[in-house]
């Protein structure tokens, strides 16, 4: 088999609101968190909550998008691709970061999902954004599923 594939793709709430900066060519570049949970059982049978964090980056449009939609608690689809970067740190040591590189995001959740920045959709509407788009969000879609989305443990 000819080729490779790196896509990561998750479900998750974000930790705190996007940090948006700008390269000095004026891109803007978005920082955030989300995480993700996992439910299994430990040693003596009982269940255990884990979470994954899981760092963010997006650029350009979509980094602009995250900043103006996306707040702490947030849920959020996002699906992108693994980038490890590796720098110094102010002490000379070596270090090394795993990261997701956002190409889209979906904004999910229902009533009282991080209110404020993303007040301008309505309760249980996805937008999707990528980095591709040319201009602003697209209007409001209904999202797909269940109800039972208040059922999420967040």
């Known amino acids: 088999m000819a080729g490779s594939l ?7 709430h974000l930790g705190k609101d996007p940090e948006i900066r700008y390269t000095g060519s004026g891109t803007a570049v978005a920082n955030f ?20 964090w899981h760092d963010i980056v997006a650029f350009g449009k979509l980094a602009d998008i995250c900043g103006q939609y996306l707040a702490k608690g947030r849920q959020v689809f996002i699906e992108g691709r693994l980038q490890t970067r590796k720098w110094q740190d102010k002490q000379g ?8 590189i956002a190409a889209n995001m979906t904004m999910l959740g229902g009533r009282g999902d ?3 920045k993303g007040a301008p959709r309505g309760p249980g509407k996805a937008a999707p954004a990528s980095n591709d ?8 879609e209904p999202m797909g599923g269940s109800a039972g989305d208040d059922d999420i443990p967040f």
């Open 93 to 100: 040591q070596n270090r090394k970061t795993t990261e997701i």
């Open 33 to 52: 968190s989300i995480a993700t949970n996992d439910r299994r059982k430990n040693q003596q049978g009982e269940w255990e909550d884990h979470t994954e």
């Open 133 to 140: 788009m040319d201009e602003a969000p697209p209007p409001d």
């Open 114 to 116: 991080a209110p404020g």
């Open 6 to 12: 790196n896509k990561v793709m998750l479900i998750g």
